[in-house]
């Protein structure tokens, strides 16, 4: 017992003088936003939980209280894509690649600018087999699941980047 707990405390103070750290919850330069988009696109609805979870940004939903928020977050577009990346010999598609695209933007509610119009685009390749079809529809729907959360906390990310309002 006491061999082991001799090799872990190296270890512990090599992680600790290295800088290592949890990841936090972000530190946010406002309070309240608007999410100014489709109410009812999983993105929005993943977006808007992930800021509230943080319990330091009140989201406002109501577009009839939107002076109440201090950042609006402009949600430009939103895109599923699904791309033919490799065929066969006799034409079958044999390989997708699977895109989600988001181009958004950040102002205050007298209309400055915080964050110009940003993409940010997520991609997985996955093979594809017709007689694979029903599990192959299942990994595209979780694929898709999961480059959404990376978006999001990409978003998330560069939300907390901003400094001053």
């Given at each position: 017992m006491q061999r082991r707990t001799a090799l872990i405390w190296p270890m512990g103070l090599l992680l600790a003088g290295c800088g290592f750290k949890l990841r936090q919850a972000?530190?946010?330069?406002?309070?309240?936003?608007f999410i100014n988009g489709l109410?009812?696109?999983p993105l929005v609805i993943e977006l808007r939980r992930n800021l509230e979870a943080t319990d330091r940004v009140e989201v406002v939903q109501d577009p009839r209280q939107m002076e109440r928020a201090q950042v609006i977050i402009d949600l430009l577009s939103d895109q599923r894509e699904k791309v033919v990346v490799a065929l066969n010999a006799?034409?079958?598609?044999?390989?997708?690649?699977l895109r989600v695209r988001l181009r958004f933007k950040l102002r205050t509610l007298q209309g400055k600018?915080?964050?110009?119009?940003?993409e940010i685009?997520?991609?997985?390749d996955i093979n594809y087999s017709e007689t694979l079809a029903l599990a192959k529809e299942t990994?595209?729907?979780l694929l898709y699941k999961s480059m959404q959360t990376d978006v999001v906390q990409q978003l998330m990310?560069?939300?907390a980047a901003v400094r001053e309002l």
């Open positions: 972000p530190d946010f330069a406002f309070d309240s936003a109410n009812n696109s006799s034409g079958q598609v044999r390989q997708f690649q600018e915080l964050i110009s119009p940003t685009l997520q991609q997985r990994e595209e729907a990310r560069r939300l």
